[in-house]
């Protein structure tokens, strides 16, 4: 089940910037995966904060990393025009997982409505990069971009 965006489905009498009352939305969530053995992907964004904490980088509250069982940040290299993938927490898996560095290419698509042009992923393998890197510049610098 993909949530996009994850806030989307939180009750919005539910403070989005609260700890507590985010998960009192997000814990049902949780449960339902548990139970029914469904993989949840939560799609959240970065805000413009300083740090390479991706858990206080996410908008809102810390909850959202909390409660999730993996997570995993995407951000984009300015210099290399590609996106790296790390893995910031795994609670079900062992040890550091690597990063892997994907490029976004034009493809086109036929459908129903013609010819259309979109991204296709190009896995380019594992990288020494890791997104939380990236993403640990100044708010200034991060607006510049």
């Known amino acids: 089940m993909v949530l996009d965006a ?17 998960r009192r939305g997000l814990e049902p969530i ?12 939560g799609i959240v964004h970065f805000g413009k904060r300083e ?5 206080k980088l996410i908008l809102g509250s810390i909850a959202w990393s909390q409660v999730a069982r993996s997570v995993l940040a995407v951000a984009r290299d300015e ?8 893995s910031t927490k795994a609670n079900l898996a062992p040890g550091d997982a ?3 560095a994907v490029g976004l290419v034009p493809a086109v698509v036929e459908t129903p409505d013609g ?12 990288t020494a990069q890791r997104a939380e890197e990236l993403l640990a510049v100044s708010p200034r610098e991060r607006t510049g971009r």
Do not use: N
């Open 79 to 86: 210099h290399t025009h590609q996106l790296v993938i790390s």
């Open 30 to 41: 949780s449960k339902l995966a548990a139970d029914t053995g469904v993989a949840v992907v």
């Open 115 to 126: 010819i259309t042009q979109v991204a296709r992923v190009e896995w380019r393998g594992e």
């Open 6 to 22: 994850g806030a989307s489905v939180i009750d919005s009498a539910l403070d989005g910037d609260r700890d507590r009352q985010m």
């Open 51 to 55: 740090s390479a904490d991706t858990g």
């Open 98 to 100: 690597v990063s892997l």
